[in-house]
């Protein structure tokens, strides 16, 4: 399109990177280790709750704040896994992934010349949904090699123009799980300067050893002022379904929807039923998918490692980080456009998940959400390759 008929809210914001290293891999028949969706499905008896409610008559419009039944699967869910009780009325809203749950927040909660206070890097669709809420954003750099949080970094961020604190733990790209400790210096700090902390939580059940994943939510004070948002996209396997929710406090639940009324309403009739189901009938099959997980983790590292390439042993998420600059590549762009002529693998360039390019210039992100067999193919083709630049 005629780059003058593209409004100024979305000028500049690139296309998202997942689609375009999906699409190169397509065309080249590659190995994807770049996008995060996992090549098997959730548990089949949730995808058969799923058959029978569109033969059930559930092909019509759902309730705004989405079906009681879910809703109400997601209050129990934060109950029984974090002690947290809400009201599954005001307090529970389903959104279209937690996508959605991002978009609204920041539509409903943010006006014009806002700042917001998020980490980097960051995944892309915070910056594009920042800027087209018309908000202003201040990044956090987590910083190579460990990827802390740098809480003198964090509150030097905080201005009197800041609105909100957009977190995301576990953390995708990095796989950083926030510890307790780096959680209260972002409580004191949405304390001391009254601020909204919107947190990003769908990779909570997906932690590795003995990272232990604390909603925010949970930490004293903090209640009224987050809103949490996840999905059964990667904690059951369904990122196809666009299933998610927000929770937190009547005020900030309503904000959510009071935006996303006028963006889908509502969506998934037949699915909301079969994730409720999944919260309520599978709530071990998580717990699995992490113990399967952390095994192709280590062996994703492992042959990283063997490859010269060193990575970022991550303590959650689907992702491990590495520093192309190990192979003689600055910039890691370069090196995932090389990638699948060379090896036949598509791996995903960090650089558009940092405000500053220059910050993620050399590094590059893995998936292991994959089978064994696929983790294994990837990282024989490497092997087989020349990666040196
Ligand atoms: C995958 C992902 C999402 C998107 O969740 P959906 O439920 O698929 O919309 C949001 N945030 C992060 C950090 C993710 O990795």
Redesign the pocket.
């Known amino acids: 399109m005629a780059r003058t008929r593209l409004a100024r809210r979305l000028h500049g914001i690139a296309p998202t990177i997942f689609s375009e290293m999906s699409a190169l891999a397509a065309r080249t028949g590659s190995v994807n280790l770049g996008q995060?969706f996992p090549d098997v499905d959730g548990p089949p008896e949730v995808i058969a709750r799923a058959v029978e409610a569109l033969g059930a008559g559930a092909n019509q419009y759902a309730p705004g704040p989405g079906v009681p039944a879910l809703r109400q699967a997601v209050a129990r869910h934060q109950a029984r896994h974090y002690g947290i009780e809400l009201d599954p009325d005001t307090e529970v809203v389903v959104?279209?992934?937690?996508?959605?749950?991002?978009a609204a927040a920041l539509l409903g909660l943010l006006d014009p010349g806002d700042e917001v206070v998020l980490l980097e890097p960051s995944?892309d669709?915070y910056d594009a949904m920042v800027q087209m809420a018309g908000g202003v954003r201040r990044g956090v750099t987590l910083r190579a090699p460990d990827f802390r949080l740098d809480a003198d970094a964090l509150r030097a961020a905080v201005t009197p123009r800041t609105r909100l604190l957009l977190l995301?733990s576990p953390?995708?790209?990095t796989g950083t799980v926030l510890t307790r400790a780096e959680l209260q210096v972002v409580a004191d700090v949405a304390l001391a300067h009254d601020l909204v902390v919107v947190t990003?939580e769908?990779?909570e059940h997906l932690v590795f050893d003995d990272h232990e994943h604390v909603p925010l939510a949970t930490l004293p004070g903090m209640a009224k002022r987050t809103l949490t948002?996840?999905?059964?996209?990667?904690s059951w396997s369904f990122?196809g379904w666009?299933?998610?929710w927000a929770t937190g406090p009547a005020d900030l639940v309503g904000a959510v929807l009071a935006a996303k009324q006028w963006l889908t309403f509502t969506s998934g009739a037949p699915l909301q039923p079969a994730v409720a189901h999944a919260l309520d009938h599978e709530p071990d099959f998580p717990r699995r998918l992490a113990a399967d997980l952390q095994q192709r983790r280590d062996l994703l590292c492992a042959g990283l490692r063997g490859l010269g390439l060193d990575p970022r042993v991550p303590e959650g998420?689907?992702f491990a980080l590495t520093d192309t600059a190990h192979l003689g590549w600055r910039d890691g762009l370069e090196l995932c456009l090389a990638l699948p002529e060379r090896a036949g693998v598509v791996a995903v360039p960090l650089q558009g998940f940092y405000d500053d390019p220059e910050a993620g210039r050399h590094l590059v992100r893995w998936a292991f959400c994959k089978t064994t067999d696929v983790v294994t193919e990837g990282l024989a083709r490497l092997g087989a390759a020349d990666l040196t630049r």
């Not at 959104?95 to 991002?102: H, L, Q, R, S």
């Open positions: 995060g959104t279209t992934g937690a996508t959605e749950g991002v995944y669709s995301n953390h995708n790209p990003d769908v990779y948002l996840s999905s059964a996209g990667k990122t666009k299933v998610g998420t689907y």
